[in-house]
């Protein structure tokens, strides 16, 4: 069974069951699990930054570049991101 799966059982029956039995049950260690509840999605981080570089994107027609947005956030917005995470996200 994988990991991820693992943990969304252990986490939907931990009311009912105790972590530690299920762990042990389905052979991963506690601190894994609280660390993977922990986590955020990977997305929910960058939600905020997404809305700016689409706010970019409908000001300047989509001609700006990763680069450019970078420069456009940094000058428009006062965040300082690096262009390799706006390309990252632009690609996604």
């Known amino acids: 069974m994988d990991k991820e799966i693992a943990?969304?059982?252990?986490?939907?029956?931990?009311g009912k069951y105790?972590?530690?039995d299920m762990c042990r049950f389905y052979g991963v260690s506690r601190s894994g699990y609280y660390a993977w509840k922990?986590?955020?999605?990977?997305?929910?981080k960058d939600l905020e930054l997404i809305k700016m570089i689409e706010e970019c994107h409908a000001q300047?027609?989509?001609r700006y570049?990763?680069?450019r947005v970078a420069i456009w956030l940094?000058?428009?917005k006062g965040l300082t991101v690096n262009?390799?995470?706006v390309l990252r996200i632009t690609q996604s």
């Open 18 to 20: 105790a972590v530690q």
């Open 65 to 67: 570049g990763y680069r």
């Open 7 to 14: 943990f969304a059982v252990i986490k939907r029956f931990s």
């Open 38 to 44: 922990q986590r955020l999605p990977r997305g929910a």
């Open 74 to 76: 940094r000058r428009e």
């Open 83 to 85: 262009h390799k995470k």
């Open 60 to 62: 300047n027609k989509r």
